[in-house]
């Protein structure tokens, strides 16, 4: 059981930074792919960024793409998604989540192939 929580949100003009945090415990956390996706007020669930365990390989929404850094530190145990340029349309509830050593028949944007999720952070972008 891997329990999650997600730091770093908060209230920011347009065109600032945030760096989210999710920390981990209770599992093996270098084994797990990590992930991040956001909710925003009557929209679906939404992929933001991942990272995979076993190569690093990172992958982004186009939407976030060259504003968005996602990074882990697997002897801390804690994932990062650095978040610059930031827009009004990336205000949502940011959710990190991991998954188990593979993503199986899936893939990493979808949410079902995630085993654990966090309760979420708010980040809220004004104009």
């Given at each position: 059981?891997?329990?999650?929580?997600?730091?770093?949100?908060?209230?920011?003009?347009?065109?600032?930074?945030?760096?989210?945090?999710?920390?981990?415990?209770?599992?093996?956390?270098?084994?797990?792919?990590?992930?991040?996706?956001?909710?925003?007020?009557?929209?679906?669930?939404?992929?933001v960024a991942?990272?995979?365990?076993?190569?690093?390989?990172?992958?982004?929404?186009?939407?976030?793409?060259?504003?968005?850094?996602?990074?882990?530190?697997?002897?801390?145990?804690?994932?990062?998604?650095?978040?610059?340029?930031?827009?009004?349309?990336?205000?949502?509830?940011?959710?990190?989540?991991?998954?188990?050593?593979?993503?199986?028949?899936?893939?990493?944007?979808?949410?079902?192939?995630?085993?654990?999720?966090?309760?979420?952070?708010?980040?809220?972008?004004?104009?």
């Amino acid at each position: 059981q891997v329990q999650l929580v997600e730091s770093g949100g908060g209230l920011v003009q347009a065109g600032g930074s945030l760096r989210l945090s999710c920390a981990a415990s209770g599992g093996i956390f270098r084994r797990y792919n990590m992930g991040w996706f956001r909710q925003a007020p009557g929209k679906e669930r939404e992929f933001v960024a991942a990272i995979r365990w076993n190569d690093g390989n990172t992958y982004y929404a186009d939407s976030v793409k060259g504003r968005s850094t996602i990074s882990r530190d697997d002897y801390k145990n804690l994932m990062y998604l650095q978040m610059n340029n930031l827009k009004p349309g990336d205000t949502a509830v940011y959710y990190c989540a991991a998954n188990w050593n593979t993503y199986g028949s899936g893939s990493y944007d979808f949410p079902d192939v995630y085993d654990y999720w966090g309760q979420g952070t708010q980040v809220t972008v004004s104009s």
